[in-house]
């Protein structure tokens, strides 16, 4: 069994700042990559940044220079520092893992519950 929580999602203005956590807990093996999306309201699902186990990053284009993804081996933890906010990065952002478990030989994705970021005056 697997979890992902996240947490640090909220209300901030535009032009503000919010850091979410997503911890993975549970029968871990290892943890290849570690990633964030989100979904606004009526919208799919889209990739925010992921970042692998020796740390290379990846981020969306509409996220570059004011988002960064970052992540604590040891803890299983990855990081969403996001500055600069703007109403249209209001979502629920959600936290994915592509892990292997003890009990398996291969990996396989889990994905968190999702934290409400909403950015408006």
């Known amino acids: 069994q697997v979890q992902l929580v996240e947490s640090g999602g909220g209300l901030v203005q535009p032009g503000g700042s919010l850091r979410l956590s997503c911890a993975a807990s549970?029968?871990?093996?290892?943890?290849?990559?570690m990633g964030w999306y989100r979904q606004a309201p009526g919208k799919e699902r889209e990739l925010v940044a992921l970042?692998?186990?020796?740390?290379?990053?990846e981020h969306a284009d509409s996220v570059k220079g004011r988002f960064t993804i970052s992540r604590d081996n040891a803890q299983n933890t990855v990081y969403l520092q996001m500055s600069s906010l703007k109403p249209e990065d209001t979502a629920v952002y959600y936290c994915?893992?592509?892990?292997?478990?003890?009990?398996?030989?291969?990996?396989?994705?889990?994905w968190g519950q999702g934290t409400q970021v909403t950015v408006s005056s």
């Open positions: 994915h893992a592509y892990l292997r478990l003890k009990s398996s030989s291969g990996y396989s994705g889990y």
């Open positions: 970042i692998s186990s020796g740390g290379i990053e």
């Open positions: 549970g029968s871990i093996f290892s943890i290849n990559l």
